[in-house]
Each structure stands twice: as structure tokens, then as C-alpha cells.
């Protein structure tokens, strides 16, 4: 007979079997994980196996037994859930699941003998060829019915875009008649800025529950079914121990039995009230805009509106990294000095909401850049397009002096320049903002933002950007700064007093908020007042000669480089603030752009993982306007018709 204590001791099993099964909002941590479902497979035969065993050696007979079965049975459920949920999210079985069955058009080898054999009786046969182009669905027309108005027709378009758009994720083409439709919505005049980015949001937020929940379960019948038992069951279970005599098991273990009954209910309950929280379980109730007992639930139980992404802009600057005082944790053991440059990286790293002026911005230059492309010719050839976009748009402003920053040069290496050199305009042009216009503010702003966003692409994921050598250039362009402000600082001139005073304080790590070259803007924090002092540094470097004529082709740093794009941006034949900043944001739009076009919807599938980044909303957004780089739509139907005379 076994003892009561290792009898409840075993009647754990089946509760970590259950846990094991993990939440239905989690069902993998990044993209790998999908690609593991076999691994997966076998840890759930080997769990549910080992379950069994400790259930028939500890547990039959016993008054627990009955109890643990139910919570195996649930258990097991939920993990064979997971493994599923992997198995279709990963990218074989994806891909395969989006395939529509091929479309060979006619016939070849039948059309041919009846061409013959028409030729044969002495017709003379010619080949006329019918397109057939299908009328595109009007989406914008698609509307939710009834209680929730506008956001109801946003979910709804979202949802049938989504069904169209999720191929860009997989490398799928799309088909003509949908892109079209999608590209008549987008480029309405009534679509709004706040509009468009919603419903991208809305189909990322759906696309991360297709990758990384159990929603593609879920969201059907069986998901009812299942949620009522998994959430009775643990119940159940509850009552019927409260109920049990219990003492003959140890104190201790009876806690920790209600512990685990305790969490496995309320991860139940969190695990209903997301799914009733979701964008699904809202269009469910759009297809079932009648009352009923269920959808009246659903709107009674229904908290607050999850947070689908991050809503935030990341932020990094070259020469804030450059500026910041060392202090190395791992600095004593070379063999983890990367890691110490990881650590600091991230360190460096703030974040900007996803304010509505951004989205505005953004907005405007993708269809402005659609409907030149269209005006050009060039939509089908958008791409090759686009390398040209921030050329163009310097020649057009008779800027063609700098187009040595864009033309002929990596993709990486133009945003490591342009970056430092709008890093050094932007403060020295701080003081002059003051009492410009709300659209002279905005370019200020959005150049700003969109050369510290790209950067912190071209650092810490540069798999989301055209591929080049932009991390080794980042790395020599900052040790190459390093260097420029320690020798700069070394031998400033006596005579310069507030620069010493700076140059001490620096070298000790701490910040000079009332020193340095006469200052007069005001600041939000130390570390920008010295961010203001090196660039102002940096802009007294002599640049009448390009740096690779005295470097050479080997110097992988383009801190020079910048000084000189940032020294004639500033000149008198730039002209006033107003056409400076317009000129540097539409190049920022420019490279985003281009930079959105150019990714993989598999690195976007992967960012969604980790909260979401704007570049995935850019592409998605440029996808709907027919120009990202996946976008190949088919062709039109043609029907052949033989004619005879």
C-alpha cells in the first residue's frame, strides 16, 4: 500500500503535465520554435507517458486517481494543442496551407489538335487571345454592422486584407484583382493616415496569432468547447479536494496542492478573458451582429482592448554611444568583450511613441512615392526605382552636389552618413527651430527620429536591411569617433577655457551642463548637452577634400564623410532652415521606404516576436500599395479562341 504522502506527492504530475501544456497565448517564443515541432512531439509522447506511469504506479485505487484523470485528459489537450499550433505555424506547412491549386489556363495539347485538324481541312486558323480581367473586390465598401461603428469597419477590412496579405509573409504572390482593390483603398482620399496604420496593426496583431498563439485553434467552435473544459475541470478538481478528508497528508503538500490547483484556474481564467479581449473573437461577433446569449458574454466578460505592439520607435545615436563613459563589466575577460558591447548597445537604446504626426508623415511620402512611380511608368519596376528615389529627390531640389552621399554607394554606408550628418544639423540647428511652422517642426522632428530608427536596424538587426558590410563600417565609424574625441580633447587650445572645462569633466565621466562653446539651447538632460558639444566639435573639421582621397579605399569609417555631407548641408547655397529640413526628411522617407520594400516577410514574421517594429508596418503598408519587395502579382486570365475563315 502506498503511503498517503507520496500519493499526493504523485498527484502533482498530472498538474505539471498541465503546465507544461502552457498558456494559450504562448505557444512559441520565436520562429525556431515552429520549426521544432518534432522536438516538441517528443517531449509531449515522453511528459504524457511519464504522467501515466506515476498516475497507474502511485495513483490507482487511490481517491485521487479519479480526480487526476481529468486533469490528464485536459493536460494532454493542451499540449498536443501546442505541438499542433507549432507544427501549422511553421514555414513548410504554412506556405503550404496559403498554395491555391496551380492554373494551367487552356489546354494546350487539345487547343493544338484542333488547330491542326481545322488547318487540315483547309481553314485558315488564327489565334485571338481574350483577357480577362476580373473586377476588383471594392474592400472599402466591406463594414462592420451595428454596435461598434467606424472600428468595426476597420476590423473588418483588416481581416479581409489579411486573408489577401498573409502570402507576403511566406513569399507568396498575390493576385491582381486583390492588390488592385487593396491599392483603391490605400489610395483613397478618405483613407486617413490613422486609419491605414490601424488596420496594418490590425493584421500584424492577427499574423502574430496565426505564428505564436493557439488562436488558429482557437478561434473556432472547438476553442468554446475546450476553454469550458480545461477551465471545469481544474474547478472541479478544486471542489471535490476542498471536499476530501485531508488529514492524512502532510500540511506542507496540501498547500502546495492548492498552489498548483490555485494557478492552473486563474491561468485558465487570464488564458479566457485575452481570447475574449481578441481581434477574433471581435469579428465573430461581426459575423453574428444579432444578440445571443454567448456574444452578450462575450461583451460582458470583454476588459480592455489589448495592446497589439509596442506603439514606439526605437532610438540610437553613433555619437551618443561614442560619447557615453566605459564603464565595462566584463572588461577583465577579453574572451566576453562582446558581450560587453552588446550590453551596452541596448543600454543606449530609448524609444519614441508612435505619435499620430509620424504616422501622417509616413502616410504622405508612401503615396506620394506610389503615385510618382505610377505617374513615371515605374510601379512594376518599383524596386530599381527606389535605389534612384533619394537621388532624384536632391536633383530636384539642385542639390546634385551631394548625390555623392546616395549614388554608387551601399545602402548601410549612405545611412551611417547621412545619420551623423543629420545628428550634427540637428543641433546645431536647435535654437533656430524656435517659432518655425508646425510642417518646418515636423520634418525637424521626423529626421531626426527616422536617422536614429534605421540606425538602431542597421546595429541591432541588420538582417531587416539590404545586405552589406553596415555593422563593420558602424564598428569603425565608432571607434573612429572614440579616437576623434580623445585626441580632439587632448590637445584643445588653453586659450578656449569652456572647452578644457568640458574636455576635464568628459575625460572623468561626468557631464558638463553649464560649459563648453557658449551653449544657449536648452537641453532635457546632460547627456544631449554633450552630445551638443562633440558635434559641435565635429563641425569644425575641415572637409574641402573627400576622406577617401586621404584615407584611402581601405578605412571602413564614414565619420568624415559625414562632417563633410553635414558641412555642406549647412553652407549659405543650402539656403534657409525651411528648405534644409525638408530636403534631409525627404531623403529619411526615401531611404525608409526603400528600406521597407527591400525586406523579407520572414524577418517581419520574426520582429513580431519581440513586440513589433515600425519597418514591419512600413512594408506592410507598402505591400497594400503594390511596391514591396514580395509583390508580384499574377496575371490575368487569358482565354484563347481559334478563329477560322
Not at 399 to 428: N, P
Not at 502 to 519: D, I, R, T, V
Request: aromatic fraction near 10%; proline fraction near 3%; hydrophobic fraction near 40%.
Amino acid at each position: 500500500m502506498i503511503d498517503p504522502r507520496s500519493q499526493i506527492t504523485a498527484f502533482w504530475a498530472p498538474f505539471l503535465l498541465l503546465h507544461l501544456g502552457g498558456p494559450d497565448a504562448i505557444t512559441a517564443y520565436a520562429l525556431e520554435d515552429n520549426e521544432l515541432w518534432l522536438r516538441q512531439l517528443a517531449r509531449l509522447c515522453v511528459q504524457a507517458g511519464l504522467a501515466c506511469y506515476i498516475y497507474f504506479m502511485a495513483l490507482s485505487g487511490s481517491t485521487l486517481s479519479i480526480l487526476a484523470v481529468g486533469v490528464i485528459l485536459v493536460g494532454f489537450v493542451k499540449y498536443a494543442e501546442r505541438t499542433l499550433c507549432q507544427y501549422l505555424a511553421s514555414e513548410g506547412r504554412l506556405r503550404d496551407s496559403m498554395v491555391s491549386l496551380p492554373d494551367f489556363g487552356p489546354i494546350y495539347p487539345r487547343i493544338m489538335e484542333q488547330y491542326n485538324l481545322k488547318k487540315e481541312e483547309g481553314y485558315r486558323v488564327s489565334i485571338d487571345e481574350v483577357v480577362e480581367v476580373p473586377v476588383p473586390e471594392d474592400l472599402s465598401a466591406i463594414g462592420g454592422q451595428g454596435r461598434d461603428g467606424e472600428n468595426a469597419m476597420t476590423l473588418a477590412k483588416a481581416y479581409e486584407l489579411f486573408k489577401i496579405f498573409k502570402l507576403l509573409f511566406v513569399g507568396l504572390i498575390l493576385n491582381f484583382s486583390d492588390l488592385e482593390a487593396s491599392k483603391r483603398m490605400f489610395l483613397n482620399p478618405a483613407m486617413t493616415s490613422e486609419t491605414a496604420f490601424k488596420i496594418v496593426e490590425i493584421e500584424l496583431g492577427f499574423m502574430y496569432d496565426l505564428l505564436y498563439t493557439k488562436a488558429l485553434l482557437l478561434n473556432r467552435a472547438w476553442g468554446i468547447v475546450r476553454c469550458a473544459i480545461s477551465l471545469s475541470v481544474p474547478c472541479a478538481v478544486l471542489v471535490f479536494f476542498l471536499l476530501q478528508d485531508r488529514k492524512d497528508y502532510p500540511k506542507v503538500d496540501v498547500c502546495i496542492t492548492f498552489l498548483l490547483i490555485s494557478a492552473a484556474i486563474l491561468l485558465e481564467v487570464y488564458s479566457v478573458l485575452l481570447a475574449i479581449s481578441s481581434d477574433w473573437v471581435d469579428h465573430w461577433r461581426l459575423q453574428r451582429p444579432e444578440r445571443s446569449a454567448i456574444s452578450s458574454a462575450v461583451a460582458f466578460l470583454r476588459t480592455c482592448p489589448k495592446q497589439r505592439w509596442s506603439n514606439s520607435v526605437a532610438q540610437f545615436s553613433l555619437l551618443g554611444l561614442s560619447i557615453k563613459k566605459r564603464n565595462r563589466i566584463f572588461s577583465k575577460y577579453p574572451g566576453l568583450a562582446k558581450l560587453d558591447e552588446k550590453l551596452e548597445k541596448n543600454f543606449c537604446i530609448n524609444y519614441k511613441d508612435f505619435k499620430n504626426n509620424i504616422k501622417d508623415w509616413i502616410f504622405r511620402h508612401s503615396r506620394d512615392t506610389v503615385e510618382k512611380l505610377a505617374g513615371d511608368n515605374k510601379l512594376k519596376s518599383g524596386l530599381t526605382s527606389l535605389k534612384e528615389e533619394a537621388d532624384e529627390v536632391l536633383k530636384k531640389l539642385n542639390q546634385s552636389r551631394l548625390d555623392w552621399s546616395v549614388k554608387g554607394m551601399d545602402f548601410d554606408q549612405s545611412i551611417l552618413i547621412w545619420h551623423i550628418a543629420t545628428e550634427l544639423c540637428h543641433y546645431k540647428d536647435l535654437v533656430e527651430r524656435e517659432g518655425k511652422g508646425s510642417e518646418e517642426v515636423t520634418n525637424f522632428k521626423m529626421s531626426k527620429l527616422v536617422s536614429r530608427y534605421m540606425l538602431y536596424l542597421l546595429v541591432l538587426y541588420p538582417s531587416m536591411l539590404p545586405t552589406g558590410i553596415g555593422v563593420l563600417r558602424y564598428e569603425d565609424t565608432s571607434i573612429d569617433a572614440q579616437k576623434f574625441f580623445e585626441d580632439k580633447l587632448a590637445v584643445s587650445s588653453k586659450k578656449d577655457t569652456s572647452i578644457v572645462k568640458w574636455a576635464q569633466k568628459f575625460k572623468k565621466g561626468e557631464h558638463a551642463h553649464a560649459s563648453g562653446h557658449s551653449c544657449k539651447k536648452k537641453h532635457k538632460s546632460a547627456e544631449s548637452h554633450d552630445l551638443c558639444e562633440v558635434c559641435h566639435l565635429l563641425l569644425q573639421v575641415g572637409t574641402q577634400l573627400p576622406a577617401t582621397k586621404i584615407r584611402g579605399g581601405k578605412s571602413r569609417s564614414v565619420l568624415f564623410d559625414a562632417c563633410r555631407l553635414a558641412s555642406q548641408l549647412n553652407d549659405s547655397e543650402m539656403g534657409n532652415f525651411s528648405y534644409k529640413w525638408e530636403l534631409i526628411s525627404k531623403v529619411w522617407a526615401k531611404f525608409l521606404i526603400y528600406a521597407a520594400c527591400q525586406s523579407k516577410g520572414y524577418e517581419h514574421s520574426e520582429s513580431l516576436s519581440r513586440g513589433g517594429e515600425l519597418l514591419s508596418h512600413v512594408w506592410l503598408l507598402m505591400g497594400h500599395l503594390g511596391i514591396a519587395d514580395p509583390v508580384q502579382t499574377s496575371e490575368a486570365q487569358c482565354i484563347t479562341k481559334l478563329i477560322m475563315n
